[in-house]
């Protein structure tokens, strides 16, 4: 069983940054897809971003320009870099990375935006 443990979330002003870490217990440089998920209240959970094993990066249009995801292989992580946040971006931010043969999903971390 793999676990992915999230954490970095919480209250920021607008404007302001986060940096959230996801660690694997499983090397994922074998990962054939990695990505950040949020939801929000009321909302259906949405793709932030995403690596796959080609390389590609993609991003919500939502976030484009102001969140970063990257990754550290050696320390099995996953991190999403969160940049001018908006009141619009406060959700549980969740973690997924799927080997192949199905997908794994964090407990979530909660980040809430608001002065």
């Known amino acids: 069983q793999v676990q992915l443990v999230e954490s970095g979330g919480g209250l920021v002003q607008p404007g302001g940054s986060l940096r959230l870490s996801c660690t694997a217990s499983?090397?994922?440089?074998?990962?054939?897809?990695l990505a950040w998920y949020r939801q929000a209240p009321g909302k259906e959970r949405e793709l932030v971003a995403s690596f796959t094993s080609g390389g590609i990066l993609k991003y919500a249009d939502s976030v484009k320009g102001r969140f970063t995801i990257s990754k550290d292989n050696a320390k099995n992580t996953v991190y999403l870099q969160m940049n001018s946040l908006k009141p619009e971006d406060t959700a549980v931010y969740y973690c997924?990375?799927?080997w192949g043969l199905g997908g794994y999903w964090g407990q979530g971390t909660q980040v809430t935006v608001s002065s």
């Open positions: 499983r090397s994922i440089f074998s990962a054939t897809f």
């Open positions: 997924f990375a799927n």
